[in-house]
């Protein structure tokens, strides 16, 4: 997998003078049926994620605050998007290293994937990661 | 349907130091895949929904602030739930009919759907709702 491959996806934000919607459905803007949905809600000054994935594919969306996604392909190829609660969220594909640094208080991350979860499908260690991405 | 298949769903709420995570997985605490997930972001005061679904399950959750679920099986059923940013989501099936009363201002509802936005399986009125579920 190379850094083009992690992409923006664009998602409806629908504002009403009722609230807003912000909506994600399988074959209009999401790719996969989410098996796992999850939310992270954490501070300024927190860096998650920091680890790849092998198989699953993750959708990340920032509902609330400003979270900025780190990618690695391990190739030399890296890239970096600014997450905020508007109509763009970021498909991480697997054999990516991704990290996820909150730059303000009570962010969330929405996130959407493909697969449930499996500790044996993540990659937590960066020197093993490189080895799995250049086939050593 | 009736008000007893309206049900509370747990769900893992997991804190780190760096982070809370909620979690929501299919054949885990969601009967289903995700085919549409959608968020509401609305101020107090804000009742939203009133209407019923012909064929979507709906399960909700609320991510911030504090939300009330009013359901009625137009059958003489009905109950109310607070929903607040704990453990505890709300499964609502298709004929029952439904309104979100939103009790403080930016409260967030995450809603996941087992099927895509169809504007044909929304009842919007209540009449029509009634005598459907009466089947006259």
Not at 23 to 47: D, S
Not at 98 to 126: F, H, K, M, T, W
Request: aromatic share 8%; charged share 20%; with cysteine.
């Amino acid at each position: 997998m190379t850094i083009e491959q992690v992409q923006i996806v664009t998602y409806p934000r629908i504002a009403a003078v009722d609230g807003q919607l912000s909506i994600f459905e399988t074959g209009a803007n999401i790719p996969y049926p989410m098996k796992r949905v999850f939310t992270v809600l954490a501070n300024a000054g927190e860096l998650r994620g920091q680890h790849a994935h092998k198989a699953c594919s993750q959708i990340l969306v920032c509902l609330s605050g400003e979270i900025i996604v780190h990618c690695d392909d391990g190739l030399g190829g890296t890239c970096s998007h600014a997450l905020r609660r508007d109509t763009q969220a970021l498909l991480v594909p697997p054999g990516i290293w991704a990290s996820e640094e909150y730059r303000i208080d009570n962010s969330v991350l929405l996130v959407l994937c493909d697969q449930g979860y499996d500790p044996d499908d993540y990659i937590r260690n960066y020197a093993t990661f490189l080895a799995a991405v250049k086939g050593t």
